[in-house]
């Protein structure tokens, strides 16, 4: 059995490709798998590893997957169009960046329309959230093979916020999604779009001056340190769409990919059950390591919740009545 072969920094990429995919044997079809995270303990991260410890194992002599992690191969602005040309076959972007290619997956970055993840659960697993995961292939050939819950999200800022107001004239870091945009400027504040390697950074030297992100991300890449506090608001999903290519799924023999597609699920609703209890840990984590987290008062929850209504509206007619009204109910 093969172990997987992680590529955890660009000066390892500078290598060899045989030092890249050494363990990899000679007659195996090599799978590119990258994603944007670091660290060990992240819910993609290690989703990502057990996919491809299984596909490795299970699959042995026929597919070898190697992880490429924290966009050592591509980053946030390429991986996407690496996949259209072939060069990875194996992404979990964020759902938010999915916009210029399907304005329907704007129904999971509507804020506080799950109440939390155990609901946007229910939904992935309706006849409608199945139907999502090939919404982009006519266009774009791009198919979902499951969606990886990440968390809940948690605003951060050089200040407190307590109440929507008190973030009006900051600048907040938040994904390529335009339901995110208009959030943030309904709270009166001004969204800035940046790739994920980039957040640290900008916190830290005041290019922005907050960002909304899960307890795992929030720790796992250190945004406790140059913040003030994270409010506990828990206003919108973070999830990532494990996905694929259409040419690479039918390049397959039938066999095989039948066999591909039933680890996939197997491991997407394995990762689902295990990351609630991820971010519980990390929202540990982050008040052991000295971070400040602020819960909010029914009175001022609903306040968060009344602010960022009207942005529902604002969407409703590129996303869809019914498919919002089936997330809210689901």
Not at 158 to 173: I, T
Not at 208 to 222: A, F, L, R
Not at 272 to 295: D, P, Q, Y
Not at 317 to 323: M, V
Request: proline residues 3%; contains cysteine; glycine residues 6%.
């Amino acid at each position: 059995m093969k172990k997987i072969s992680l590529a955890l920094t660009t000066a390892a990429l500078a290598l060899t490709a045989t030092t890249a995919f050494a363990n990899c044997d000679s007659g195996e079809r090599v799978v590119k798998f990258s994603h944007v995270t670091g660290g060990t303990t992240h819910p993609k991260v290690v989703a990502a590893n057990n996919f491809a410890e299984r596909v490795n194992k299970e699959m042995n002599g026929k597919l070898c997957i190697e992880v490429f992690p924290n966009s050592t191969l591509f980053g946030d602005s390429k991986e996407l169009e690496a996949l259209l040309l072939g060069d990875v076959q194996l992404l979990a972007p964020s759902l938010s960046k999915f916009g210029s290619y399907t304005s329907k997956y704007g129904v999971f970055d509507l804020p506080f329309i799950f109440k939390d993840m155990d609901h946007a659960i229910r939904f992935t697993n309706t006849d409608e959230g199945k139907e999502l995961l090939t919404a982009m292939d006519e266009y774009a050939g791009f198919v979902g093979l499951g969606y990886w819950m990440s968390g809940m999200k948690y605003f951060s800022a050089n200040k407190p916020l307590m109440v929507p107001s008190d973030a009006e004239g900051l600048k907040f870091r938040v994904q390529t999604s335009d339901v995110a945009k208009q959030m943030i400027s309904a709270m009166g504040a001004s969204p800035q779009a940046m790739a994920f390697s980039e957040v640290y950074g900008a916190l830290q030297t005041g290019v922005v001056d907050g960002q909304e992100n899960t307890w795992s991300n929030i720790y796992t890449k250190k945004f406790y340190e140059v913040q003030d506090s994270i409010t506990e608001t828990n206003h919108q999903l973070l999830a990532y769409l494990f996905m694929t290519s259409s040419e690479f799924l039918s390049s397959l023999s039938d066999e095989d990919r039948a066999q591909f597609m039933a680890i996939a699920d197997a491991v997407t609703q394995e990762a689902n059950e295990s990351v609630k209890a991820k971010e519980a840990a990390n929202r540990e984590n982050i008040l052991k390591a000295g971070g400040t987290i602020n819960t909010l008062t029914p009175v001022q929850r609903t306040e968060w919740v009344e602010t960022m209504k009207p942005v529902w509206k604002q969407f409703e007619s590129d996303i869809g009545t019914d498919l919002i009204n089936s997330a809210a109910g689901a």
